[in-house]
């Protein structure tokens, strides 16, 4: 996290410093406020908010994939997460803006992770080649093999109010309150050595309501348009879970309250708005 904060500090500095080489900045004093304005009471906003990642561990199943200490391995080890969200944005006031969005957003993850302990003992020691290859199938134990995926559809009314970047009309930082309600579908079934286990598949239904809070970094690209990266702070959310196993036709129900901190660079976001007339 340390490192993605830093990359973040360095990118504004080094945005600042370009507005400032080509001339861009532009300090005034607004005669009423006495402070440089960054985006005016009465515009609005198109926006379009979005992300991805994908992190993936190389190996086969039957191969060493990727390694932790020569211990932890994951034959095959993906995760996909992305989002995407248009809106408008009204300025009701100089810097402060009201946003209503529509969200979608998923993931999916395969991971099939052993603990294996063939590199710690030495199996050469074992002349019997039979009893050899007994004895690493012990040694490579199955810990965990799931694959999950999920996809939500939801909206939010998001509160967000900006700051000029040393008097900058070209660069501002903001910070974001956004209360949100979602309904989202998971499927989650067991995997070992690559094979899909579907008649253990569980589906869920997600109902889903909170609030987050974010800040970011919004970079004038034109008069009438910005590009904004933002990331994820704090989050307060209740979810209802309704999950059904396919196999056994059971039923199970969970609700859950919980405070969490979403700083995370699987979750940062890069936004594209174009600004309307007032």
């Known amino acids: 996290m340390k490192r993605v904060l830093c990359i973040v500090a360095l990118a504004t500095v080094t945005l600042s410093a370009l507005g400032q080489s080509a001339g861009i900045k532009n300090r005034y004093t607004d005669p009423e406020i006495g402070s440089t304005v960054f985006i005016e009471k009465g515009n ?21 994939g990727y390694s932790i200490l020569s211990l932890l391995n994951i034959g095959e080890g993906e995760y996909i997460n992305y989002s995407i969200s248009p809106s408008i944005s009204f300025f009701i006031k100089d810097d402060l803006s009201v946003d209503f969005r529509l969200e979608y957003s998923g993931y999916k993850l395969n ?11 030495n199996l050469g020691a074992i002349d019997d080649e039979e009893e050899r290859q007994e004895v690493g199938d012990l040694l490579n134990i199955h810990l965990f093999g799931r694959h999950m995926s999920r996809q939500s559809w939801g909206t939010a009314i998001a509160l967000r109010r900006y700051m000029s970047f040393f008097g900058s009309k070209t660069i501002g930082v903001f910070g974001e309150a956004r209360m949100y309600g979602e ?50 702070l704090l989050g307060a959310t209740y979810s209802y879970t309704s999950q059904h196993k ?6 199970a129900h969970l609700s859950q309250f919980n405070i ?7 979750a940062i976001q890069i936004g594209y708005s174009l600004y309307l007339k007032k």
């Open 246 to 251: 396919v196999k056994t036709d059971s039923n």
């Open 111 to 121: 991971a099939d992770i052993r603990a294996d302990l063939r590199e710690v003992l």
């Open 183 to 232: 309904y989202g579908k998971i499927e989650s079934y067991p995997l070992k050595g690559g094979v899909d286990n579907t008649s253990k598949r569980r589906d869920s239904d997600v109902w889903s309501a909170g609030l987050k809070l974010g800040a970011g970094i919004c970079v004038k690209l034109r008069d009438n348009s910005a590009i904004t990266l933002s990331i994820p």
């Open 44 to 64: 609005r906003a198109i926006n379009l908010i979005g992300g991805y990642r994908s992190i993936k561990a190389g190996g086969d199943a039957t191969g060493d």
């Open 260 to 266: 969490s901190r979403d700083i995370d660079y699987l």
